[in-house]
């Protein structure tokens, strides 16, 4: 509830209080330095392919029950953003892409997953918690990270991102 809470007044007030951010409300964050990013699918996200985009990126592991229903709603989320300005991004912290892959293909999740070594996620949070949300505005800014589980209200509640306006 609080979670919610939080998410339904985004609009009035900064997005998320120091807790969950990296960094104190209205500091201005700076922008995440993408790296190249391999997909497992073969695709690659270069560094200059997520300008203009917010971002939802998941760090999550195959063994990790918590991710799975977290992963059910951020699949939902990926077929639902189909022409926004949003890129939903699941990073597996599991090793073994074959795994991934068949974990992918058994739960019929269709949003882009790629491995970590650690790179990605060190530029996005320090945390260690899975399922970790990591949120990213259309300038680039990290709006916030969410420690653990979420709603399947809350993770839709994500798209907000996409419609805000640059600054």
């Known amino acids: 509830m609080r979670r919610r809470a939080l998410l339904a007044g985004a609009a009035a007030a900064p997005w998320a209080p120091a807790v969950w951010a990296q960094g104190a409300a209205g ?6 330095a993408w790296p190249e990013i391999q997909l497992l699918d073969g695709g690659v996200l270069s560094p200059a ?18 991710c799975k229903r977290h992963n059910a709603h951020i699949d939902k989320l ?3 953003i189909q ?5 939903v991004l699941g990073v597996a912290l599991d090793r073994d892409a074959a795994a991934v892959r068949q974990y992918m293909a058994t739960n019929q ?3 882009p997953v790629a491995l ?8 996005l949070t320090t945390r260690r918690v899975i399922p970790m949300t990591c949120v990213v505005d259309r300038q680039g800014r990290l709006l916030q990270a969410i420690p653990g589980e979420m709603s399947e ?15």
């Open 27 to 32: 500091e201005t964050r700076p922008v995440v």
């Open 49 to 66: 392919s997520w300008q203009g985009q917010a971002a939802v990126v998941v760090f999550w592991a195959t063994y990790c029950p918590f």
């Open 78 to 80: 990926h077929r639902a």
């Open 83 to 87: 022409g926004q300005p949003l890129r």
């Open 109 to 111: 999740y269709a949003f």
């Open 116 to 123: 970590d070594s650690g790179a990605l996620r060190q530029r």
């Open 153 to 167: 209200d809350d993770v839709l509640g994500l798209t907000r991102v996409a419609q805000r306006q640059p600054a």
